[in-house]
């Protein structure tokens, strides 16, 4: 369930006031709150999107709203993978040094525990491609954005809802 006032009770900071500000349908810049809001906000629900579990609270809830949006629009759109726990980030990463041969190389595709986004609960990749390509065009809107060049499917909580994503990597090791 997504309380907004107890998600938004975790954080400080503008980040926490524009989420709020948009589930209320006011944002930054927005005529007075008796006009329409900048961008459609689709209301918050009881359940949180599926997947979710584990992450940043902040993050859990621009999930939620951007894949509510996406379904009412016709596009499929899951994480994929989410919250990681140490364990499994270790395991992944030992699997990419056996595949890639190389910390160096493994690093474009995986990354050690202590430096994985998805370990803190910071990160979320999404299925399938038509779902991560409408999130990528839109994810903005929930201040989701696409990080890595090389990884179609990684999007992170990366600007204030509404502003433009910075620009991508080109993939986890120049992070």
């Known amino acids: 369930m997504i309380d907004s006032a107890r998600?938004?009770?975790r954080r400080s900071g503008v980040t926490a006031a524009i989420l709020a500000a948009a589930a209320t349908g006011l944002v930054l810049g927005a005529a007075p709150a008796t006009a329409a809001p900048a961008f459609p906000v689709p209301p918050l629900t009881?359940?949180?999107a599926a997947g979710t579990e584990g992450l940043d609270p902040l993050l859990a809830l621009a999930y939620t709203m951007?894949?509510?949006e996406a379904h009412a629009r016709g596009v499929p759109m899951t994480?994929?993978?989410g919250y990681r726990s140490p364990e499994e980030q270790r395991a992944m990463w030992e699997e990419g040094l056996?595949?890639?041969g190389s910390p160096e190389?493994?690093?474009r595709w995986v990354l050690p525990p202590e430096e994985s986004t998805h370990v803190t609960g910071r990160a979320v990749d999404i299925a399938?491609?038509?779902g991560a390509a409408w999130l990528e065009a839109n994810g903005n809107r929930w201040g989701l954005c696409r990080t890595f060049d090389n990884e179609w499917w990684?999007?992170?909580l990366a600007t204030l809802p509404g502003a433009a994503c910075p620009a991508r990597v080109p993939d986890a090791a120049h992070r």
């Open 7 to 9: 998600v938004l009770s």
């Open 46 to 48: 009881e359940v949180a």
């Open 66 to 68: 951007a894949e509510q």
């Open 79 to 81: 994480i994929n993978s």
């Open 98 to 100: 056996r595949t890639y």
């Open 105 to 107: 190389e493994t690093r």
């Open 128 to 130: 399938p491609r038509e």
């Open 154 to 156: 990684h999007f992170e």
